[in-house]
């Protein structure tokens, strides 16, 4: 297929079904396109050459539904879309198979950039840096503060031992991918669960929350603002506090230069770790006394999915730039947990 008609988005069933239920959206013929950088599901623009719009789908060959749900995405960013909460308008939700081949979403397209590493950040300077990250922990604070009840997610998860289940959800995917001694995850994983907190009230968690997955953009009042928070396929309702220590966890340098995973840490003016955790408590009101668990669980967390991949290389599944050194990697964020969880 030609880069105006990727795989997976068979354009002239799409825009047969677009002009049936949303009448007038579309003037013309569609072309899409795929986003690149999608870690899980696809993402992609479509245009009419006036409009833009995205379209979010399953990996194409998908098996496990659950773990790509159309309708529970489309479900979250229809609730928080009349929220303090900045997402993209969803516009369309098609279960029927036969359009796409796999059940998707059409949502508006959102202006703005996602920063993924140090890198892209410095163009920018310290204080739009310094801005842009603490907007992060702000819009944190407002999915925070989001009843679920009130916006009809009531039922959208189970927060009662939710932490439970995330660490033993995690220790049977590491035993999923053991093909090498990995000194310390064991500790760290074992440590996590003897000192397992106690939850504060459960929110609707994003699961992934972090600065390449918000749009930045211009502000009405100028400055920058977050256009967007992208991504909620993890979503759920469970403690808000694993959103934190993953936001903590992305804003500590791992000290390795040329990494194939990177933090935004070392760009200049990015805020340190305690200014965001202050921030995050005096706004949202939060006890965060138990932040160094969180920010470990994310640091054994990330470990785990990153010796999937490297178990995945090593089996010839996964090929790609970068991928041969994820394997290096994993240590590192065994040391980062172990080190965390004995400062806290």
């Not at 399953?58 to 749900?69: E, F, K, S």
């Amino acid at each position: 297929m030609s880069a105006d008609h990727p795989p997976g988005l068979d354009l002239d069933r799409l825009r047969a079904l677009l002009e049936r239920e949303r009448p007038g959206l579309v003037n013309g013929p569609l072309t899409g396109r795929l986003i690149e950088g999608g870690r899980s599901n696809l993402t992609y623009t479509l245009s009419d050459g006036t409009s833009k719009w995205v379209v979010r789908r399953p990996p194409l060959g998908h098996v496990l539904a659950t773990a790509h749900d159309m309708k529970r995405e489309h479900r979250v960013i229809s609730a928080l879309h009349p929220t303090r909460v900045p997402v993209p308008r969803p516009l369309l939700l098609c279960e029927d198979e036969e359009v796409l081949g796999a059940p998707f979403y059409v949502m508006e397209f959102v202006e703005g950039t996602p920063y993924r590493t140090a890198g892209q950040l410095a163009p920018l300077g310290p204080e739009r840096t310094r801005n842009a990250v603490l907007s992060l922990v702000d819009t944190l604070v407002e999915l925070h503060a989001v009843d679920p009840a009130e916006v009809g997610l009531a039922d959208f998860g189970r927060p009662e031992g939710f932490l439970d289940r995330q660490l033993r959800r995690w220790g049977k995917q590491l035993d999923a991918s053991r093909n090498r001694d990995l000194a310390g995850i064991d500790e760290l994983h074992a440590a996590l669960g003897r000192a397992l907190p106690v939850s504060p009230a459960p929110a609707v968690v994003h699961g992934d929350y972090r600065l390449d997955n918000v749009l930045i953009g211009p502000a009405a009042e100028g400055g920058d603002a977050i256009k967007a928070v992208l991504d909620w396929e993890m979503s759920t309702l469970g403690d808000p506090l694993t959103d934190l220590g993953l936001l903590v966890m992305y804003s500590r340098p791992l000290g390795m230069p040329d990494s194939p995973v990177s933090t935004t840490a070392e760009a200049p003016g990015h805020p340190d770790p305690r200014e965001l955790i202050e921030r995050y408590a005096a706004r949202s009101g939060r006890d965060v006394s138990a932040v160094s668990w969180y920010t470990a669980f994310a640091w054994f967390k990330l470990a785990v999915i990153l010796e999937g991949i490297h178990y995945r290389y090593t089996l010839g599944q996964t090929v790609g730039r970068g991928f041969d050194r994820i394997g290096d990697l994993v240590p590192v964020f065994i040391h980062h947990g172990l080190t965390t969880l004995q400062e806290g």
